[in-house]
Structures are given as C-alpha cells and as structure tokens.
C-alpha cells in the first residue's frame, strides 16, 4: 500500500473522481504485471467513482507474420532498441479480459477507428 501512501501525499483525494491513464504502457509488460497493475488500480479505486483509460496492441501484432502491414515494422524496431513488445489483447476478447479482472469497459476503439472519429471532416490524417 506504500504506492497508495505516496499518491496521498502527492495530493489524491481519496473521496473525489479518480481518473488513471495508462498509455503505451501494456505492450512492454509481461501478462502478470499487466494483471498486477490492474489489480493495484482495483485496490485505489475500490468504491469511488474511477475511470480507467488503457492503451494495447492487438495481439496478432506481434504474429509473424502479422495481418497488420507495418507490424513487423514496429515490433521489429522497439525490440531492436532493447524495448520488446511483449503483451497484447485479441480485441474481440478484451472487453472479457477486463470484465474477468473486475472492470467494466465503456468503449473499445481501435487507432484507426478513433482517428477516423477524430479527424472526419478535416484534411487530417
């Protein structure tokens, strides 16, 4: 609990709205810590009013070879720089994988699905 003391001390209201981004992370994790996180996560936020915004890559990128045209791209450049892709989720069981771990996802969107949303109507890609 020594992380919860430093993030009371750090200025976190216990009693208000608590809001965890957790971005670009997970990739670079092994499933066990992934589950560790989320379960300290669970533990903060347990009866408050918390929400949880988490990035993953689908774990077919790191297939090989993978459906994704620039995966091996990727996966092949952070692993030469010393920092291996190791973790992902299968986007069609994800929302189960955090359902199981005792969270309730609100939305799911892909990159391409939140840029297309994002950027609609503009010359932005």
């Given at each position: 609990?020594?992380?919860?003391?430093?993030?009371?001390?750090?200025?976190?209201?216990?009693?208000?709205?608590?809001?965890?981004?957790?971005?670009?992370?997970?990739?670079?994790?092994?499933?066990?810590?992934?589950?560790?996180?989320?379960?300290?996560?669970?533990?903060?936020?347990?009866?408050?009013?918390?929400?949880?915004?988490v990035t993953y890559i689908d774990i077919r990128?790191?297939d090989d070879p993978s459906p994704f045209p620039?995966?091996?791209?990727?996966?092949?450049?952070?692993?030469?720089?010393?920092?291996?892709?190791?973790?992902?989720?299968?986007?069609?069981s994800a929302m189960q994988y955090f359902h199981?771990?005792?969270?309730?996802?609100?939305?799911?969107?892909?990159?391409?699905?939140?840029?297309?949303?994002?950027?609609?109507?503009?010359?932005?890609?």
């Open positions: 609990m020594l992380m919860y003391q430093v993030l009371i001390r750090a200025g976190l209201d216990p009693t208000a709205p608590i809001v965890f981004v957790w971005e670009g992370v997970t990739n670079y994790l092994s499933a066990h810590a992934v589950d560790d996180t989320l379960a300290t996560i669970r533990r903060f936020s347990a009866g408050q009013d918390t929400t949880l915004i990128a790191l620039e995966a091996h791209r990727w996966v092949k450049a952070v692993r030469d720089a010393g920092e291996p892709w190791t973790f992902g989720l299968d986007p069609r199981d771990r005792d969270y309730r996802v609100r939305s799911d969107v892909s990159t391409k699905d939140a840029g297309q949303q994002l950027f609609s109507g503009s010359r932005r890609k």
